[in-house]
């Protein structure tokens, strides 16, 4: 080693865990992408999986394979056993008070759109508000525009300061006797803000105004703790938490799941059918119409025992050592602007440079081997608040490396020189 390659390391802080290990266990990342060895930052779009999630789901389809809930054979009482299994796994992870609680849906959509129709449809009618923030991905806007078109309730949407910050007077005087539900995401996919959501759900609860987060960012960087935060709703995507895609979670108070209607009629959601009318399933199956997504939940449950076995405590440390050396890296480079510098944030650094166009930057990176993503990250109200038709975005995940920052720093300045 020469000592030029030597000198950065000096000072460098290190993982609370064996990252070479941690980085053994996901394949992909020992790919090489035009040449190049990959450098996977766009950990917000979807992550990587670990060969323990790769080989359930395998494991699934090549010994354990049966519709659950449905049979009396062998293969099926064992796949369903291992469904449920899964299921109070993930109670245990956001610390829900029963597995009965968890509803498992194909992502955070679909969690989102289940509770905008069978919670939200039924009761809302003009003159009611579901209150926003304006910084929430598109899946925690639409299902309550097309909510709002069906039942003539109004959307109202509390803004951010210039930092990406929530500015929480401004939504607490959006809570008054109309609003009916209230929807936040608790980390953004296009700033990086953590939102302060336990007192959001105070405020709301003060008011009788449920409360639904969006934690399809926070769940794989967090340690959530729905009793803790006491909000009504919470969901969050399987394939973003290192898990199969095609699976999430809609975890709710039960009173409230007990009072909905199902959201999707089918197999597996009832407990009587006549030509006449039918009744339902108790929970959660009243909300799991149809085979549901078997493999992909055993999938979930090996990234579930994965991000355990590394520990929540671990991964936040290590991903605020990432965001805060490329934070600073970024900070030095000239015609760099930092979309997103909230005091609370994790994981995500959305910036743009002068007179380069993001999808400019991730293509001259992609060349490098490095994979951002670029574009509004499907929360447009978010780019429109900072003038800006579109970010790049680099987002950190626990087996990212400070050499890996460095690279996306020497491919940022290679964009620079080209445009120059
Ligand atoms: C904050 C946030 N909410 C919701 C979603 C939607 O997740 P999915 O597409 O997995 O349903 C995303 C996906 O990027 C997200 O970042």
Redesign the pocket.
Same mark, same amino acid.
């Given at each position: 080693m020469t000592p030029a390659a030597v000198a950065p390391l000096i000072g460098r802080s290190s993982p609370p865990f064996d990252l070479d290990r941690i980085r053994a266990d996901f394949p992909i990342l020992g790919r090489r992408i035009r040449g190049k060895p990959l450098v996977y930052l766009d950990n917000? =779009?979807?992550s990587q999986k670990p060969q323990s999630v790769i080989d359930a789901v395998t494991r699934f389809y090549t010994a354990e394979n049966a519709n659950i809930h449905r049979g009396v054979h062998y293969l099926s009482e064992r796949a369903t056993a291992a469904y449920d299994l899964v299921r109070e796994e993930v109670a245990r992870f956001i610390n829900a008070p029963s597995s009965r609680q968890v509803i498992f849906t @194909? $992502?955070?959509?679909? $969690?989102?759109n289940l509770v905008a129709q069978s919670y939200g449809r039924p009761q809302l009618k003009p003159g009611d508000d579901i209150v926003i923030t304006a910084m929430? *991905? *598109?899946? /925690?806007i639409v299902p309550w525009q097309l909510l709002c078109e069906q039942t003539g309730a109004a959307l109202q949407a509390a803004p951010f300061n210039d930092h990406g910050e929530l500015d929480v007077a401004a939504l607490e005087r959006l809570l008054t006797p109309r609003t009916k539900l209230v929807a936040l %995401?608790?980390?953004? /996919?296009?700033l990086g803000t953590i939102n302060p959501v336990k007192t959001i759900v105070a405020l709301a609860h003060e008011r009788g105004i449920p409360v639904l987060v969006?934690? =399809?960012?926070a769940a794989p960087h967090l340690p959530v703790d729905v009793q803790d935060l006491d909000c009504d709703f919470y %969901?969050?995507?399987? *394939? @973003?938490l290192f898990g199969p895609?095609g699976v999430?979670v809609l975890y709710g108070r039960e009173a409230l799941l007990e009072q909905m209607p199902p959201y999707q009629g089918g197999g597996d959601m009832i407990a009587t059918v006549s030509l006449q009318r039918s009744t339902y399933a108790p929970l959660p199956a009243k909300f799991e119409a149809g085979t549901p997504m078997i493999a992909q939940v055993a999938g979930l449950g090996a990234a579930l025992k994965y991000v355990e076995s590394v520990g929540l405590g671990n991964i936040g440390a290590w991903e605020r050592e990432l965001l805060a050396y490329a934070t600073d890296c970024i900070l030095d480079m000239k015609g760099v602007r930092i979309i997103g510098t909230a005091e609370h944030k994790a994981s995500v650094l959305g910036f743009v440079m002068n007179e380069v166009h993001p999808h400019d930057i991730g293509t001259i990176l992609d060349n490098e081997g490095i994979a951002i993503r670029a574009g509004h *990250?499907?929360?447009q109200p978010v780019m429109e608040r900072f003038g800006v038709p579109a970010t790049a975005r680099a987002s950190f995940a626990f087996y990212n490396t400070l050499d890996e920052v460095d690279a996306l720093i020497a491919g940022l300045a290679t964009v620079k020189k080209m445009f120059g």
């Open positions: 917000a =779009a979807t @194909k $992502g955070a959509t679909e $969690g989102i929430e *991905h *598109h899946s /925690n %995401v608790h980390l953004s /996919n296009a969006d934690g =399809a960012q %969901v969050f995507s399987g *394939h @973003k895609t999430g *990250h499907c929360a």
